[in-house]
Structure formats: C-alpha cells, structure tokens
C-alpha cells in the first residue's frame, strides 16, 4: 500500500513538474518574440547607417532610395529573414516589416506586433520620433508621459490585438 502511495505520489509531482515546465516554455517563447524584435530593429539600423549613413559615401547620409529588396542585397537584413528577397519577416507570426528612407531619416515600419509586445518594443529603440497605431510620440526629449502615450497607443491595435510600430531612425553628423 505504501509503494502505491509512494507512486502515485510520485506520478501527480511528475505531471505538476511537467505543467510548470510547458508554462514556462510558452512563456519563454512569447518573450524571445520580442527579444528578437528588438535585436533585429537595433540591427537594421546599425548595418543601414553602415550602408547608407555619414561612414560612407564622403559623408553624405541618404536614406532615401532604401526599400526591402536593396536592404536584403546590400547585406542590412539577413536572407534568412526574407525567403523571396523582397518581404521581411519579424519574429510574430505574420509580422513584416517595410523599409523606406528620407535623406537623413530611416524608417522601419513593423506590422502585426502584439499589441501585448508593442509597448516594450516601441520603446527599445534610440529613435527621434515612433508611430504606434498612426499616433507619433516624440522620443528626442524627454517628454512627460511619452511611456504612458505609447501604452494609450498600443491599446488602440487591430481587434485582432495586432500593432503597427514605425520608428523613425534620424542619422545626425557626427554620432
């Protein structure tokens, strides 16, 4: 009797370990999302200004003929990230992102974010100005309440809790 205790015991901590384990491995896999979301922006931007930025050309930053297709051949997004060598895929499922340029301005337009990662994500980035949902918030200064625009923004997703998060990258002389 005391051996079936001691297995059933046993088996109800082995199903308790195992829930406590699948939980987590969602939620790991929820957060790595976002943690790739950001690396990937940060590495956009670092390998554009390379291309495209004050570091080459004679020092004459200009964004402006950026699109998808030239940033995956000029090496700015890994092909891995774009199997048709025109859409870039984000890490959410169905997300893309657009690039396009001004002279001096990047944009990295993301789509189909979870509105649960939006604000974290909106904010990970040493822009001059992002857009969540079509609201632009500065973030050059310190603006009181710019966290708490960004939050009021992300909640006003698609019914399907899906975000647009554009950040616009500004190359200014000497950085």
């Known amino acids: 009797m005391e051996r079936l205790i001691a297995i059933i015991a046993a088996?109800?901590?082995g199903v308790m370990a195992l829930g406590y384990v699948a939980k987590n491995t969602v939620l790991s896999f929820m957060q790595s999302g976002t943690e790739t979301a950001v690396a990937q922006a940060g590495e956009i931007w670092s390998q554009a200004r390379a291309v495209y930025g004050t570091t080459v050309g004679g020092g004459q930053t200009d964004f402006t003929p950026i699109n998808n297709a030239d940033a995956i051949k000029a090496g700015i997004v890994p092909q891995s990230a774009s199997p048709d060598g025109q859409t870039i895929r984000g890490p959410w499922q169905g997300s893309t992102i657009t690039l396009t340029g001004s002279t001096s301005t990047l944009?990295?337009?993301?789509?189909a974010v979870p509105s649960a990662a939006c604000a974290r994500f909106a904010l990970s980035q040493p822009t001059n100005m992002v857009f969540v949902n079509g609201t632009g918030i500065s973030t050059t200064s310190v603006q009181t309440g710019a966290s708490a625009a960004v939050a009021e923004a992300c909640n006003r997703g698609t019914t399907d809790s899906l975000s647009e998060v554009k950040f616009s990258f500004t190359e200014l002389a000497g950085q």
């Open 107 to 111: 944009y990295e337009d993301w789509n």
């Open 11 to 13: 088996t109800v901590l």
